[in-house]
């Protein structure tokens, strides 16, 4: 399974030594951003990398007369800024849990029809943002900019070698194609247990935000960190429904990755909502 900061330059090997990392990053990246419980604080770095620390709101500081904030970090999701967009019909937001107050799911219908439950498939990613999206009425419309961090990887040099990988499989899967494998995760910490449907509208939701899906390269680069100088794989993909920037360690995508080259795998999925939503039934514009 890969790291999910090691494949954007923070491969560290321990949690200490991830700690000091975060100790080195310099302020003038930072950005702010009120939410609900606190702030996020958002480094950024030009390569793309980006790490979103949450800093809660002590209650006991709100209710005395004293006027400084006191605040205090209780997590931080590793994202990377990228040219992918996908259309989506967010249909909920959800938090599981394991999620502290800045943590948080949307499950979403992708490429979207003009009616709810018509799309070309559905989705469920983390919002690295999602206290600051918990006021918005679903369901609606917005654009979605979509990072995916692997956990396994393959890559092929054309359609045709895809193909050919999968002769004699029962299921074989097109060269775009997205599948909401997190839905359908097994209960429990057992990988090989039984999988499964995790209901986005029920009591107990504890789906992880994780999808196979298969995308053709349409550009890709490597490019470093600027806190630590480590490299790292960048591509965006397109896959069934829109583009997606895939990020890997340099061990995970070996060789020259060209144009044309089919990525597959199971990725974990972290998204922001880049636009303004339309809510549904209203005339306008994305």
Same mark, same amino acid.
């Given at each position: 399974? @890969?790291?999910?900061?090691?494949?954007?330059?923070?491969?560290?090997?321990?949690?200490?030594?991830?700690?000091?990392?975060?100790?080195?990053?310099?302020?003038?990246?930072?950005?702010?951003?009120?939410?609900?419980?606190?702030?996020?604080?958002?480094? +950024?770095?030009?390569?793309?990398?980006?790490?979103?620390? %949450?800093?809660?709101?002590?209650?006991?500081?709100? @209710?005395?007369?004293? @006027?400084?904030?006191?605040?205090?970090?209780?997590?931080?999701?590793?994202?990377?800024?990228?040219?992918?967009?996908?259309?989506? /019909?967010?249909?909920?937001?959800?938090?599981?849990?394991? &999620?502290?107050?800045?943590?948080?799911?949307?499950?979403?219908?992708?490429?979207?029809?003009?009616?709810?439950? +018509?799309?070309?498939?559905?989705?469920?990613? &983390?919002?690295?943002?999602?206290?600051?999206?918990?006021?918005?009425?679903?369901?609606?419309?917005?654009?979605?900019?979509?990072?995916?961090?692997? %956990?396994?990887?393959?890559?092929?040099?054309?359609?045709?070698?895809?193909?050919?990988?999968?002769?004699?499989?029962?299921?074989?899967?097109?060269?775009?194609?997205?599948?909401?494998?997190?839905?359908?995760?097994?209960?429990?910490?057992?990988?090989?247990?039984?999988?499964?449907?995790?209901?986005? &509208?029920?009591?107990?939701? /504890?789906?992880?935000?994780?999808?196979?899906?298969?995308?053709?390269?349409?550009?890709?680069?490597?490019?470093?960190?600027?806190?630590?100088?480590?490299?790292?794989?960048?591509?965006?993909?397109?896959?069934?429904?829109?583009?997606?920037?895939?990020?890997?360690?340099?061990?995970?995508?070996?060789?020259?990755?060209?144009?044309?080259?089919?990525?597959?795998?199971?990725?974990?999925?972290?998204? /922001?909502?880049?636009?303004?939503?339309?809510?549904?039934?209203?005339?306008?514009?994305?």
């Amino acid at each position: 399974m @890969s790291d999910h900061f090691g494949v954007i330059g923070f491969k560290a090997g321990s949690a200490e030594e991830l700690a000091g990392l975060l100790a080195t990053l310099p302020e003038t990246g930072a950005d702010p951003r009120a939410c609900g419980p606190g702030y996020y604080y958002r480094w +950024q770095s030009d390569a793309g990398p980006e790490l979103w620390i %949450h800093m809660q709101r002590e209650a006991a500081a709100a @209710s005395t007369e004293d @006027s400084e904030e006191r605040l205090t970090i209780v997590g931080v999701t590793p994202f990377f800024s990228g040219e992918g967009r996908v259309t989506v /019909r967010v249909m909920t937001l959800r938090q599981r849990p394991t &999620d502290n107050a800045f943590e948080g799911a949307a499950f979403a219908e992708i490429e979207p029809g003009p009616k709810p439950h +018509q799309c070309a498939t559905v989705a469920l990613f &983390d919002l690295v943002d999602y206290a600051c999206a918990t006021d918005r009425q679903t369901p609606f419309i917005a654009s979605a900019q979509i990072a995916a961090f692997p %956990h396994d990887i393959a890559v092929f040099v054309d359609e045709s070698a895809f193909n050919a990988s999968q002769h004699g499989q029962d299921v074989k899967f097109a060269a775009k194609s997205f599948f909401a494998s997190g839905l359908f995760a097994p209960l429990g910490d057992d990988p090989e247990g039984a999988p499964t449907y995790h209901d986005p &509208d029920g009591p107990d939701f /504890r789906a992880p935000a994780k999808a196979y899906l298969t995308g053709v390269i349409a550009k890709s680069e490597t490019r470093r960190n600027s806190v630590t100088g480590q490299s790292f794989r960048w591509a965006l993909i397109n896959t069934l429904g829109g583009a997606m920037d895939v990020v890997a360690s340099e061990s995970q995508f070996r060789g020259d990755l060209r144009p044309g080259m089919i990525v597959q795998g199971e990725f974990w999925l972290c998204g /922001r909502l880049t636009d303004e939503a339309v809510q549904l039934g209203l005339p306008g514009l994305l």
